[in-house]
């Protein structure tokens, strides 16, 4: 080993370590690697800038502005309010109506927040109906990881799998090209939750649920990054309609040009941010007050690791060690042990981490097969974002998981069958959609 793939290497076990022990913020962890990284010469300044300039950040943080600018607007408020009224004229039906209106906006915008907002609704519509919020909490962060996937957009796994695959030399993939996997595996996991949560959740007595909202004085932990005050989220807005039309216009105008191929995800929400801004929709303050640094620079150090692990060799090492291991497996073979591997890795560290590590590794191994690296990139997207045997794999798990007053085997016990479920269903769903 050469000495720069020695440094990467020891960066990259110190950054793994503190990440698991969790003792640190994820983002400084991330900072602090690259900083290492960046000193010592692995990686050159021009390539940690063009790190935290990448398209990912640029898209998400947008994003993350035009979704601000539509909560400030106050039309997420009424659409609870909406959904409120339907639960208590279907009853626990609605409650499950209400988890796939939820779902569907977690297709397009960061599940974090819609989560922090959703799951006091979900608590207390399910409180007035008699039963017990167990059964709908989990079910709620589960089913916003799996629409997450059904969209290039809905989770950041996946514009960060893009990211790194572009940097490996491969096409960009289109908004909705993931989608023929995230339906599926979204629809076998949600009749999944339907079927079983009410069995495996619903059995504790509900006076044991903790009392209060999910607002509390000190900010949200999230992987030890803050996702910003939960107060933010529960404060009622009214609904100022100009606001609300213009910013909705926007946002589903940067959707639709990105799906047209008119410019990519990146440059309409860039363009998009910046109109609400012209518009006064949202001020320039507020749009900073939306921005989540602490997400987006954990993603932009992780970019800068993977970028040292290119550039030193290690991922093609590493690559040529998995490789060595399937050796004489067919490509299908070889997608299902890359796909396991994923999920295995983002139940221990988090999707951003996994999504750096893996996606050089499955370009290599689709290379080394002499197939298209599509589905194995495909793979690694849905993979790395399937984190549900854990509270910790995801950060949506983690904020059910204090709300609902969960154990830890709670999450296993509900989460592991849904990882095989939807590890199969992918799986079958990868080969139907991206052959080989």
Same mark, same amino acid.
Request: aromatic letters at 8%; proline letters at 5%.
């Given at each position: #080993? ?5 440094? +990467?290497? /020891? ?16 983002? $400084?962890?991330?900072? +602090?690697?690259a900083a290492v990284l960046l000193m010592t010469g692995v990686v050159r300044p021009v390539d940690v800038q063009g790190a935290f300039a990448s398209p990912a950040i640029i898209a998400l943080a947008s994003l993350f ?19 409120? #009224? %339907? ?6 039906? =609605?409650?499950? %109506? ?9 297709? *397009? ?5 819609? /989560? ?8 207390? @519509? ?20 799996? +629409? ?15 990211? %790194? ?10 908004? *909705? ?18 079927? $079983? ?34 107060? $933010? *989220? ?15 216009? +926007? ?57 040292? #692990? ?17 050796? =004489?497996?067919s490509p299908m073979a070889a997608l299902a042990v890359l796909y396991v591997l994923t999920m295995v890795l983002t139940e221990l560290l988090s999707n951003a981490t996994v999504a750096v590590l893996v996606t050089p ?16 990139? $495909?793979? @690694?997207? #849905?993979?790395?974002?399937?984190? !549900? ?8 798990? @983690? ?36 052959? !080989?």
């Open positions: #080993m050469t000495a720069d793939q020695i440094l +990467t290497l /020891v960066v990259l076990a110190a950054v793994v370590g503190a990440l698991v022990w969790d003792k640190i913020r994820a983002d $400084v962890v991330a900072l +602090t690697g502005v035009i979704a601000y600018a539509l909560e400030l607007s106050g039309l997420l408020d009424r659409a609870i309010a909406a959904a409120v #009224m %339907m639960c208590r004229r279907f009853g626990a039906i =609605g409650i499950w %109506m209400l988890l796939a209106m939820i779902g569907s906006v977690s297709c *397009f915008l960061n599940s974090t927040p819609i /989560v922090v907002l959703g799951a006091p609704v979900v608590r207390d @519509v399910a409180k007035t109906l008699k039963l017990s919020p167990r059964r709908f909490l989990i079910p709620l962060s589960y089913v916003t990881i799996l +629409t997450g996937c059904c969209t290039l957009i809905g989770t950041s796994t996946n514009l960060l799998v893009d990211d %790194m695959a572009s940097v490996s030399g491969q096409p960009r993939f289109g908004m *909705f090209e993931v989608t023929p996997v995230g339906v599926p595996m979204a629809i076998a996991g949600g009749i999944y939750l339907f079927l $079983v949560s009410g069995r495996l959740l619903g059995g504790r007595h509900e006076d044991e649920m903790p009392q209060g909202d999910i607002a509390v004085v000190e900010p949200l932990q999230i992987h030890s990054a803050q996702v910003g005050d939960a107060t $933010v *989220f529960a404060e009622k807005r009214p609904l100022v309609w100009r606001k609300a039309i213009i910013a909705l216009a +926007t946002f589903l105008g940067a959707v639709a040009l990105a799906t047209m191929g008119v410019a990519p995800i990146a440059a309409t929400a860039f363009a998009g941010a910046v109109l609400l801004i012209l518009l006064r929709v949202i001020s320039a303050d507020e749009a900073y007050s939306g921005l989540k640094p602490e997400i987006l620079i954990l993603i932009a150090g992780m970019v800068v690791i993977g970028i040292a #692990m290119d550039e030193s060799g290690l991922a093609a090492s590493a690559s040529k060690l998995l490789i060595a291991s399937v050796n =004489g497996l590794v499955a370009v290599a191994l689709a290379e080394s097969l002499g197939v298209s690296p599509r589905p194995f990139l $495909v793979a @690694v997207m #849905m993979a790395a974002s399937a984190a !549900f045997a854990t509270p910790f794999g995801y950060q949506t798990n @983690v904020i059910v998981y204090q709300m609902g007053g969960y154990r830890y085997m709670d999450f296993v016990r509900i989460g592991l069958p849904l990882n095989l479920i939807t590890c199969a269903v992918a799986i079958i769903a990868i080969d139907y959609a991206f052959p !080989f």
